[in-house]
């Protein structure tokens, strides 16, 4: 008997009937589905297993211990002012927030007010200009430089930056009736130069006097900078305290200028407040834009007038941003950082960045401040055209200010600009270039990280993490690259979300507890640098 089905072929093997053969062959699908559907577990496992391993995963304690406990069996002063102190403090304060040190251009600041600056500091500060072991210098006219000489000259010297001109302020749309009246409100000192950067000017100085009055000597030398032109470039100032200590052949151990502050609230999904240190800023293209044609009556116009190509050509650089580069460059150092204080699922997203970044990316360029972190960005900042109504112009100009990524550099930031312009007819000229600064060393065994940990430690303790930041904007430190390798931009002042709109725009404020708060940190910084660095060559640093 012939069973259906199981017949051979004369001309092969057995042949299956359709059904059997579909069921055979789903048979292996499945099978093979299987595999496939296990493999898919055991990686997205495996992947978890990585991303949470990544998310908790124990950190290393900071700062390196045993340098501060060798620290602590030093003698340290307490930050603590009496109230005649505290008082003492605020009206300084207020008096230098009073002289209208503005610097409008490169070729126009109010000298008046420069000039009195110093009368003013020598009254303010007796013990420091009298201290027989500070010298004081008048650098470029209206700058200063003051060499604290240390009682241990195999000590490397650092340095302390700030600079006493503002930008102007009109009184339109300030709560106080004038931004250089320095009138107390609820707590708060305003006016122009409260956070920039006369709270660091006077601070300083401030800190040294009460040490000074207690009878501290320094062990280590140290500079104290004050440029009287940082809003216009700092050429007559920075740059010039710069070459005298160049011809002194000095090298710094640190420099600390101002450029980032604590910021509370201001990260989103991070509670606690973030002391976030520069350890870089980024470069900077002020570019001319210019489209000429031939003028005439407008009752006979061109197709397309100096003013239209230039506004097209200037639609093109808003509407092409520049590539977003999160995680080519130090930026991704911050979040790293602050990972383990994100709240869940944060948390885990920053500690897992090589997944997540370019999920990152686009979530930090949705707002102007965090975009600025991750891409070269492009301001269009002046435009001059036409003279008359019924005049062809004969030429339209633009100012556009671009800040550059760390990752990238101008001659590159100018190439994306002449592909993305395409257009002969506008001519662009450049006013001032540079690239992104060198990336300060940012690890526990660098002495000014272990020192900005310490004092913040010691001034701070709400603080929840120091992180590396970027400065998105530039200061005098920038010109102090031949000096050292560490440069480090912080202000150590509480910045919550509200006074962004401050910063060189109305209602500049500081509070006076903070303000007293950045005098102890000062206070502190001095001493806390007062310790051997065990690192540091054993070089003879006589000034
Ligand atoms: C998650 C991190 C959030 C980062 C938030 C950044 C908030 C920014 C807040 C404050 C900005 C601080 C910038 C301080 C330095 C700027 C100083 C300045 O204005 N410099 C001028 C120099 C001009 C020189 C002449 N060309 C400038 O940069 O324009
Ligand atoms: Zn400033
Ligand atoms: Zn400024």
């Known amino acids: 008997m012939i069973r259906r089905g199981t017949r051979r072929s004369p001309r092969g093997p057995e042949r299956r009937p359709e059904g059997a053969k579909m069921a055979a062959l789903s048979g292996r699908a499945r099978g093979a589905l299987w595999v496939a559907l296990l493999a898919l577990c055991g990686t997205v496992l495996a992947l978890l297993a990585v991303v949470l391993a990544r998310t908790y995963a124990p950190r290393s304690p900071s700062p390196a211990p045993e340098l501060w406990a060798r620290r602590s069996r030093q003698q340290r002063l307490e930050p603590t002012f009496s109230p005649q102190e505290r008082r003492e403090l605020k009206e300084a304060l207020q008096g230098a927030i009073r002289m209208q040190t503005v610097s409008f251009s490169a070729n126009d600041q109010n000298t008046t007010a420069l000039a009195e600056f110093e009368p003013y500091i020598r009254k303010a500060f007796p013990a420091v200009f009298s201290a027989a072991f500070i010298k004081h210098e008048v650098i470029g006219e209206y ?270 930031v100018l190439g994306i600009v002449d592909k993305t312009i395409d257009d002969k007819r506008v001519k662009i000229e450049m006013e001032s270039a540079f690239d992104p600064l060198p990336v300060s060393p940012w690890d526990d065994q660098t002495f000014g990280v272990q020192v900005f940990r310490q004092t913040i430690q010691d001034v701070f303790p709400d603080v929840g993490s120091v992180a590396p930041g970027i400065c998105v904007g530039n200061t005098d430190s920038r010109h102090f690259v031949n000096l050292t390798n560490a440069i480090y931009r912080f202000n150590p002042v509480i910045f919550k979300p509200e006074d962004l709109p401050r910063f060189h725009g109305l209602n500049e404020r500081i509070s006076i507890e903070g303000y007293e708060k950045q005098v102890q940190f000062i206070f502190q910084l001095i001493q806390n640098s007062d310790i051997s660095q065990s690192t540091e060559p054993h070089a003879n640093h006589e000034l």
Do not use: C
């Open 143 to 412: 700058s200063h430089l003051f060499t604290i000489q240390g009682s241990n000259a195999q000590l490397q010297p650092y340095m302390l930056l700030a600079h006493i001109d503002v930008v102007p302020a009109s009184p339109d749309g300030w709560d106080v009736s004038d931004p250089f009246s320095a009138e107390e409100r609820d707590g708060f000192i305003y006016g122009r130069g409260t956070l920039d950067n006369k709270n660091s000017v006077m601070g300083i100085l401030h800190a040294l006097e009460f040490l000074l009055r207690r009878n501290y000597r320094p062990h280590r030398s140290f500079y104290i900078g004050l440029g009287h032109d940082e809003e216009v470039g700092g050429r007559k100032g920075a740059m010039k305290i710069v070459a005298e200590l160049e011809s002194r052949g000095i090298q710094l151990s640190f420099v600390l200028d101002e450029g980032s502050f604590i910021f509370d609230g201001i990260v989103t999904g991070i509670e606690k407040p973030v002391a976030s240190i520069g350890i870089t800023e980024k470069g900077a293209i002020t570019a001319n834009f210019t489209v000429t044609s031939e003028p005439g009556h407008s009752s006979a116009p061109p197709k397309r007038t100096s003013i239209g190509i230039l506004s097209e050509a200037l639609a093109k650089l808003e509407q092409h941003p520049m590539p977003n580069l999160f995680g080519h460059g130090p930026e991704i150092l911050m979040f790293e950082q602050l990972a383990p204080d994100f709240s869940f699922p944060l948390n885990v997203i920053m500690s897992n960045l090589w997944l997540f970044g370019p999920l990152v990316g686009r979530f930090l360029e949705q707002t102007p401040t965090t975009n600025a972190l991750v891409r070269t960005t492009t301001a269009i900042t002046m435009f001059h055209a036409g003279v008359k109504s019924n005049v062809i112009p004969p030429s339209a100009n633009a100012t556009v200010n671009f800040r550059i990524h760390s990752s990238q550099t101008v001659d590159e």
